[in-house]
C-alpha cells in the first residue's frame, strides 16, 4: 500500500511540473520576422525598431557606421494561426492524457525552435537622417550568408540631386 501511494505521489508530482510547460514553448516563441526592413535606403530608427538594439557599432574610417544586429526569425511555422493551433492541440491532448502527453510535446515544440540570425548594416548619412547602404545576413547555425545586398563602393544617391 505504501508503495503504491509514493507511485502516485510521484507520478501526479510529474505531471503537474510538465502540466501546460509546451503551450508555454509554444506561446514565447518568436513571431515571423519581417525581412522587407533589411533593405537599402532603410532608415537606422526603422531597422533599430524592429530588430532591436544593435549588439556591436563600429564607426567606419569613410564616415559610415556599420550596426551588427543578433535576433530570431519564427518563420511562417510560428505565425499566429500556427502557434494558437499548437496550444489548443497541447491542451486538449492535456485534458486526454492527464498530462502524460507533455513527454511527447515538449519536444516536439523544440523542432519549431527559430532560426537565429546576424546582420551587419552599414549606414551612411546622405543627408539627415543614416540610411542603410550595405546589408549582410548571416545564419547564426551554420555561418552562412543567406543575403548581401549593397557593395562597399555603392553610395546612395543624395535626394536632392
Given at each position: 500500500m505504501h508503495n503504491l501511494t509514493l507511485k502516485v505521489l510521484v507520478s501526479g508530482s510529474v505531471s503537474l511540473l510538465l502540466n501546460g510547460c509546451?503551450?508555454?514553448?509554444?506561446?514565447?516563441?518568436?513571431?515571423?520576422?519581417?525581412?522587407?526592413?533589411?533593405?537599402?535606403?532603410?532608415?537606422?530608427?526603422?531597422?533599430?525598431?524592429?530588430?532591436?538594439?544593435?549588439?556591436?557599432?563600429?564607426?567606419?574610417?569613410?564616415g559610415t557606421v556599420t550596426d551588427t544586429y543578433k535576433y530570431a526569425d519564427g518563420g511562417a511555422k510560428n505565425s499566429a494561426a500556427s502557434k494558437t493551433g499548437r496550444i489548443l492541440l497541447y491542451t486538449a491532448g492535456d485534458l486526454f492524457t492527464a498530462f502524460l502527453d507533455q513527454v511527447i510535446w515538449m519536444p516536439l515544440e523544440l523542432a519549431f525552435r527559430p532560426t537565429e540570425y546576424t546582420a551587419d548594416v552599414t549606414y551612411e548619412k546622405p543627408d539627415h537622417h543614416w540610411v542603410a547602404r550595405e546589408i549582410r545576413e548571416t545564419d547564426v547555425a551554420d555561418q552562412k550568408v543567406v543575403r548581401e545586398v549593397g557593395t562597399p563602393d555603392r553610395r546612395l544617391v543624395r535626394a536632392a540631386q
Open positions: 509546451a503551450q508555454y514553448i509554444a506561446y514565447h516563441q518568436p513571431p515571423p520576422l519581417d525581412h522587407s526592413v533589411l533593405a537599402l535606403g532603410a532608415d537606422r530608427s526603422h531597422i533599430n525598431a524592429v530588430l532591436g538594439a544593435p549588439v556591436d557599432k563600429e564607426d567606419n574610417a569613410d
